[in-house]
């Protein structure tokens, strides 16, 4: 789990000359870079995995609690050559735990990413970032206008709630639209939309 906040009031500072290991004859003096607190991105955002062994259903305690249900993207992930031909969904999320279930018994990893519904700023890389619930009901399809103002078109990653594919088959930097493989659906896709380098 990874928290992206500042605690202290301290300037942080790097070290511009130690972003690369470079082992020369003559080391370089470190060259200060401060980074003021605007320049940092603050948001609380899960990265981590969990480990299937032969199993559909897997409960996952997040290593840190949000303070509401966060938007839960996964993918399965092969373990040392094993087949990964799975769908991954996550079919319950609170604010300290989620269900990863698969499409069939499965041996491997299932890595996802968590973050709370809303519109992010990251000034350290100079991109947006927006996560976005969206609601099915009896439709197998959903558009979406984002609230973020993308400068170009942004990578969408998306996860459903149920055993159903989710992919996208409208995107442009205003709007998304995600379709899933079952008629009438009624649940929930996760979406991600983070900027790109134009």
Same mark, same amino acid.
């Given at each position: ?41 603050? /948001? ?31 993918? =399965? $992930? ?20 989620? =269900? ?9 990893? $299932?890595?996802?990413?968590?973050? $709370? ?49 989710? /992919? ?7 709007? $998304? =639209? ?21």
């Amino acid at each position: 789990m990874s928290v992206f906040f500042k605690d202290d009031t301290n300037v942080l500072v790097r070290d511009q000359n130690r972003y690369r290991k470079i082992y020369r004859y003559i080391r370089k003096k470190p060259a200060p870079l401060n980074c003021a607190g605007a320049n940092l991105s603050v /948001f609380t955002w899960g990265c981590y995995f969990v480990e299937f062994d032969n199993q559909t259903s897997l409960v996952h305690n997040f290593p840190c609690c949000f303070d509401s249900a966060p938007a839960v993207i996964a993918t =399965t $992930v092969s373990k040392d050559g094993s087949l990964s031909n799975f769908n991954t969904f996550v079919s319950s999320v609170s604010a300290s735990q989620c =269900t990863f279930e698969t499409s069939g018994n499965y041996t491997g990893y $299932v890595y996802y990413q968590a973050i $709370v519904d809303g519109v992010y700023s990251m000034p350290d890389i100079g991109r947006s970032l927006e996560v976005k619930t969206i609601s099915f009901n009896n439709t197998n399809t959903a558009s979406y206008t984002f609230t973020a103002s993308f400068s170009c078109v942004p990578i969408v990653t998306a996860t459903a709630d149920q055993d159903v594919n989710v /992919f996208i088959t409208a995107l442009s930097k205003t709007a $998304v =639209t995600v379709e899933v493989s079952q008629a009438n659906y009624n649940g929930n896709v996760y979406i991600q939309a983070i900027e790109k380098g134009c």
